[in-house]
């Protein structure tokens, strides 16, 4: 590597960094907005019993803030894993990492939305509407990593299991169909839906995953061979 190259490639290397830096702030930002949603209930009494019942009138923001943190967080670790196999950035990669940020600064305001109105359909219509959207941009940003025309990823990681397509797409197949219930089930239905079926979802992911990096790890060795 000749000197011009090595000043590329520390550019480059920089300006990813960044984007990083900034994605990760980001992140950090739109958690610590869920927290402040929840604000500390004013005592007219302050008697257990007044103490108590401020508390129960409190968990529906207590459940909607754990929802959201934990899908904040689950698309924060799906893009530090995505992010590693990028080689370069070009103007679009930078563009669709900006418009998946607004999806994610939306998620406090949506949350205290559905939160604050727990007993409608239409704040849990908006808060499942920009999770799906959450999840459809993080997977377009995997289209794009993995296509060979754009060269943002090495020919031979385009196909590695961290890049599967299935995976983000899961989460916003899970709140289409609370969409769809929205309507006809308790609400309180709605907000178990997550903690149901994430986890089993979690079980088929990480088999699949387990297959394709198998699959894929053969396919490496023969190349190698």
């Known amino acids: 590597m000749d000197g011009n190259e090595k000043a590329l490639h520390n550019r480059e290397a920089f300006q990813l960094e960044r984007l990083i830096l900034f994605t990760d702030a980001v992140f950090a930002i739109a958690i610590t907005l869920l927290v402040i949603e929840l604000k500390v ?8 019993h007044e103490a108590t019942n401020a508390l129960l009138r409190l968990i529906p923001e207590f459940i909607g803030f754990l929802i959201s943190f934990f899908i904040i967080a689950i698309y924060w670790t799906a893009d530090h894993r ?5 080689r370069h950035l070009d103007g679009k990669l930078i563009w669709l990492n900006i418009v998946f940020l ?34 459809l941009l993080q997977a377009r940003i995997q ?35 609370s969409i769809l219930l929205a309507f006809f ?32 790890n053969e396919q490496m060795a023969a190349e190698h061979a």
Request: a positive charge.
């Open 41 to 48: 209930p004013r005592l007219e009494h302050r008697t257990e």
């Open 82 to 86: 995505i992010f590693r196999f990028v």
């Open 185 to 216: 089930v308790n609400p309180w239905v709605l907000r178990g839906l997550p903690g149901i079926v994430f986890p089993l979802l979690g079980i088929y992911i990480g088999r699949r995953r387990q297959r394709l990096e198998r699959i894929y």
């Open 143 to 177: 289209t794009y990593l993995r296509h060979p025309d754009n060269g943002i990823v090495a020919a031979h990681e385009r196909h590695h299991p961290d890049l599967d397509l299935v995976r983000p797409l899961m989460t916003p197949l899970v709140f289409a169909v």
């Open 102 to 135: 607004l999806s994610i600064v939306l998620m406090p305001f949506t949350t205290a939305y559905q939160s604050e109105y727990g007993m409608l359909a239409t704040p849990w219509v908006l808060y499942s509407m920009n999770i799906i959207a959450t999840g």
